[in-house]
């Protein structure tokens, strides 16, 4: 079997009103963070050739999983390319904006005293699109991860206590501490020696599997399904797919480095078939040191700095004022069904789609919505449904949600039900 290698074998080294919409149109655009991220967040299946698979001990899909729960790589180095495919229509960057503003993030592009070098604003980048990233790490306090764009480049380092981002083309620079990236309180601060950032976008095989590998239960059928050969390294490749009817998931594939169990590739096919809806894999990696060189930086002449402590002290821009909000929005969230068919629903408070004539973020998003939506009536009465090649939700007209890995059909008798 031929390698499953990209095409892209570069080395590795290298004034109130505002903000209630703002918060209004956090509101609306969590159906459409909930398709985004979502389907980062359930798994991957890669084209395999037939022939050429490495010849590897027989394992059980139960003793690749531990082997993947074992792995404790540390150091590494690569390139890795990801690729997202929800069937989404082009949205001109509406969608960073939006996304940005669901999540809390202070540092929107373009928003007063926010900053573009911003990780938790540039890393929603990664939920369209085929993107190239460099990766290195070396410990839990040493990490760094390069966006690679057409005559730019966005960098997110972290070195000890000190978390940078820096993006080339504005030559802005973002600091922050690591206890204000992961935005926590002072209650809620983690020991120093769990001081890694967090992520708010799976970035890596890794980041994808861990969050696929907790889908696994009685209704998930788990297989290994072979060898394979990712970025020149021996793999097995562990196959997880759901066992119940109406779930848009078709398979989740992932290859497994055969001597680390690290997972070098993280694919999802859909059930309606066709290209895969997210794949993401090492085209190059090492397991050696990096240098240390790697995770300095000194921001750039002329360049302008934001600080993360200032924009948090502001209430209009501080993240944990922003994911307040949201979280009230969410309270009362609930899960229904189970294993792949679990649909999320929550209620906005009677309101249901915005409309143009809201005018701002939330008539723009409400017009996007509104280009894809299918109309449905049911015992619940009538509401919309929008669809991705992953991720549907169901937004009734009185304001109620609900969305997950599943069909529309599935949608309508769940709101039904819930009457």
């Not at 410990?139 to 820096?166: C, F, M, T």
């Not at 750039?300 to 209009?316: L, R």
């Amino acid at each position: 079997m031929a390698p499953i290698d990209s095409d892209d074998n570069r080395t590795a080294g290298e004034g109130e009103d505002s903000r209630a919409g703002r918060r209004k149109a956090a509101r609306y655009v969590v159906p459409v963070a909930v398709m985004g991220v979502a389907a980062a967040t359930i798994g991957l299946v890669p084209a395999i050739a037939d022939s050429g698979d490495p010849d590897l001990p027989k394992v059980t899909a139960e003793q690749l999983i531990e082997k993947i729960a074992k792995s404790d790589v540390e150091q590494l180095s690569g390139t890795v390319k990801i690729t997202t495919d929800l069937g989404l229509p082009n949205l001109g960057g509406l969608e960073s904006g939006l996304m940005s503003g669901m999540s809390g993030a202070p540092g929107a592009a373009g928003e007063e005293g926010g900053s573009a070098a911003d990780p938790s604003a540039k890393l929603t980048e990664l939920v369209s699109g085929t993107h190239t990233l460099r990766v290195a790490a070396d410990g839990p306090d040493r990490q760094k991860l390069s966006l690679l764009e057409n005559a730019a480049e966005y960098s997110l380092i972290h070195d000890g206590k000190d978390v940078w981002g820096y993006d080339s083309a504005s030559n802005e620079v973002y600091h922050s501490t690591t206890s204000e990236a992961a935005g926590q309180s002072e209650k809620q601060k983690k020991p120093e020696k769990q001081s890694k950032p967090e992520q708010d976008v799976p970035a890596t095989p890794k980041d994808f599997a861990d969050q696929a590998l907790k889908a696994v239960d009685d209704t998930t059928s788990v297989t290994v399904d072979g060898t394979a050969q990712v970025a020149g390294r021996d793999a097995y490749r562990l196959v997880i797919e759901p066992k119940q009817e109406g779930s848009t998931v078709g398979a989740v594939s992932i290859a497994v480095d055969a001597k680390t169990g690290m997972p070098l590739k993280f694919t999802l096919t859909p059930a309606s078939g066709g290209a895969a809806v997210v794949d993401v894999g090492f085209t190059q990696v090492s397991f050696a040191k990096p240098d240390a060189s790697t995770f300095d930086f000194t921001p750039p002449k002329g360049a302008k700095v934001t600080e993360g402590d200032e924009m948090a002290g502001a209430p209009e821009h501080g993240r944990e004022t922003a994911g307040a909000d949201l979280a009230g929005e969410l309270d009362g969230l609930e899960v229904i069904g189970e294993g792949w068919n679990s649909i999320a629903t929550f209620d906005t408070g009677g309101q249901g789609l915005p409309t143009a004539s809201a005018g701002g973020d939330a008539g723009a998003l409400g017009g996007f919505l509104g280009s894809f939506g299918d109309q449905v009536k049911g015992d619940f009465g009538s509401g919309t449904v929008f669809k991705t090649r992953l991720v549907n939700a169901l937004i009734t007209d009185d304001g109620k949600v609900y969305a997950g890995a599943v069909t529309k059909d599935a949608l309508v008798k769940a709101a039904d039900a819930a009457q």
